[in-house]
């Protein structure tokens, strides 16, 4: 049973720095792509940032990019989002999804339960 | 890529037929997907490649459509389909959703 399960999130400063990161099991975890999208309070869902099956490409939106890294570690199961220069628009729950086919980007099954990060002062 | 969904919100009754409707600003061959998401609750894909039903889905939910233009359909909706629905493209990066569509009871 495919299973993630997302950790990191919390209240930070406008400007500071922080890691979230999705514990994954119940599936061949170097074999998917893994993605992070996010859902302001009351809001649609947005697309953040996806990294490849062995961690050599990544893509972001452009309200991230140069400022959020996405990394992975198939030794450990585990997907990460490095988030620096936070600002209050960055408030969000953020979920970590799994490529729904291998070596191949494609469609998101399952998503985690999400990570709650706030940005304010 | 934008992505268009109408209507963004539909009230209906218990056994109704309900079609959403999704439009990509381009050809995004048939690589979309349709998710449901409840309050409180991460989304649950329903749909991908635009028409395939993803397993332990009901079967009332259908999808179609190729290019720019994609539709959901439920074909008689049951109380636990009350929920929101996104569509997302997922032939070239960022994958974009649409807005979504809250389905509501009348």
């Known amino acids: 049973q495919v299973h993630l399960v997302e950790f990191g999130g919390g209240v930070v400063q406008p400007g500071r720095s922080l890691r979230v990161s999705c514990a994954a099991s119940g599936f061949i975890f170097s074999r998917y792509g893994m993605q992070w999208v996010r859902q302001a309070p009351g809001k649609g869902l947005e697309w953040v940032a996806v990294v490849s099956h062995d961690g050599t490409v990544q893509y972001y939106a452009d309200s991230v990019k140069g400022r959020f890294t996405i990394s992975r570690d198939n030794s450990k199961n585990t997907v990460s989002l490095q988030m620096n220069s936070l600002r209050a628009e960055d408030t969000a729950m953020y979920y970590c999804a799994k490529e729904r086919d291998e070596y191949s980007s494609s469609s998101l099954d399952p998503w985690g339960q999400g990570t709650l990060v706030t940005v304010s002062s | ?106």
């Open chain 2, 1 to 106: 890529i934008q992505m268009t969904q109408s209507p963004s919100s539909v009230s209906a009754s218990v056994g109704d037929r309900v079609t959403i409707t999704c439009r990509a600003t381009q050809g995004i061959n048939s690589r979309l997907a349709w998710y449901q998401q409840k309050p409180g609750k991460a989304p649950n894909l329903l749909i991908y490649a635009a028409s395939s039903l993803q397993s332990g889905v009901p079967s009332r939910f259908s999808g179609s459509g190729s290019g720019t233009d994609f539709t959901l359909t439920i074909s008689s909706l049951q109380p636990e389909d009350f929920a929101t629905y996104y569509c997302q493209q997922a032939n070239s990066f960022p994958h974009t959703f649409g807005q979504g569509t809250r389905l509501e009871i009348k």
